[in-house]
């Protein structure tokens, strides 16, 4: 699945670059960062429109935060509150670029505490992430008030947890039908770099098999997001941050991944008993690339939320 939507990508994009033309442009920055309000019809060189399709795979072979966050409970390792990014830096986060980063970073933040049950600072992460939300004008989908309420007993994370999950779909569906993707590749990509963050950490605290070969895994996964970022290069935000993606590429040639066909197994879905091939994964990174993968992470991370 994951080939073929790299391949689905790379079609894409290149008639993309064949019909449209090259023109030299000097928008200034303020200028190009007003962009990510508004609708990719309204602005001078907007970039091709991602299927529903395409962005909905994508979101779906990128680890939830939930999901990620309760791989890294399971290794043991104690909750830290000071891996995640402060709840005050939003402050710090003036411009569209940097709150739609931080407002996927700060929903990874959601998901660890949440598999810790955290609830005396779940408050504070959400009141983050509403205001990161007003910021880029999608607070409309963050009941703060109802959501606090929740937070208060820790009988509800899982609730909780749920309706943020859902909130954020809703969200993002709402920014791909405004035509602004833009925005939503850089939620999506906040949530991923900090979930892969907060993982590393517990890597070098730990050398868990599971967390390393999960962390290898995302060679496929970076190759998507740069093929998307790509899209929006226009925007010299968007040039920095792909910069940065490019080297985390880069320094993934080395991993293997090998798959094999498993057992197939019956699962409900949508109220049916359906059958899917399982598929096992076998990642080979030596133990410098596994080094250098995790620093050019946190490179990636203190960029983000700087």
């Not at 990508?9 to 090259?22: E, K, P, Q, W, Y």
């Not at 959601?110 to 009141?127: A, H, P, Q, R, T």
């Not at 770099?193 to 050398?207: H, M, P, Q, R």
Request: aromatic share 8%; with cysteine; net charge negative.
């Amino acid at each position: 699945m994951i080939r073929k939507l790299i391949i689905a990508l790379v079609i894409i994009i290149s008639a993309n670059m064949f019909f449209s033309c090259a023109g030299g442009s000097d928008k200034k920055e303020k200028a190009q960062e007003d962009e990510l309000m508004l609708p990719d019809s309204l602005k001078g060189d907007a970039p091709l429109k991602l299927s529903e399709e395409i962005i909905g795979d994508v979101i779906q072979n990128i680890s939830s935060p939930v999901e990620m966050a309760n791989l890294i409970k399971s290794t043991g390792v104690d909750f830290s509150q000071q891996i995640l990014n402060n709840p005050e830096n939003i402050s710090n986060y003036s411009t569209s670029f940097k709150r739609a980063l931080n407002l996927g970073v700060y929903s990874a933040d959601l998901g660890y505490i949440n598999s810790y049950d955290k609830s005396n600072i779940v408050v504070s992460y959400l009141l983050a992430v509403k205001s990161l939300a007003d910021g880029i004008r999608v607070g409309q989908f963050f009941d703060f008030e109802g959501l606090k309420r929740m937070a208060t007993n820790s009988s509800n994370l899982d609730s909780l947890m749920q309706i943020s999950v859902t909130s954020f779909n809703q969200m993002d569906s709402y920014l791909r039908n405004q035509n602004r993707s833009n925005v939503s590749a850089l939620i999506i990509t906040g949530a991923w770099v900090e979930g892969l963050y907060i993982a590393s950490d517990v890597i070098e605290k730990t050398n868990d098999e599971e967390l390393i070969s999960r962390l290898g895994e995302q060679k496929e996964i970076v190759d998507i997001l740069y093929i998307i970022l790509k899209n929006y290069e226009q925007n010299n935000n968007f040039k920095e941050l792909i910069s940065y993606i490019e080297d985390l590429k880069k320094l993934y040639k080395n991993v293997k991944i090998t798959r094999e066909v498993g057992e197939p197994k019956t699962i409900e879905q949508d109220g049916m008993l359906v059958i899917v091939q399982d598929e096992i994964s076998h990642v080979e990174v030596s133990p410098e690339d596994l080094g250098t993968i995790i620093e050019k992470i946190k490179d990636i991370r203190s960029y983000i939320v700087s």
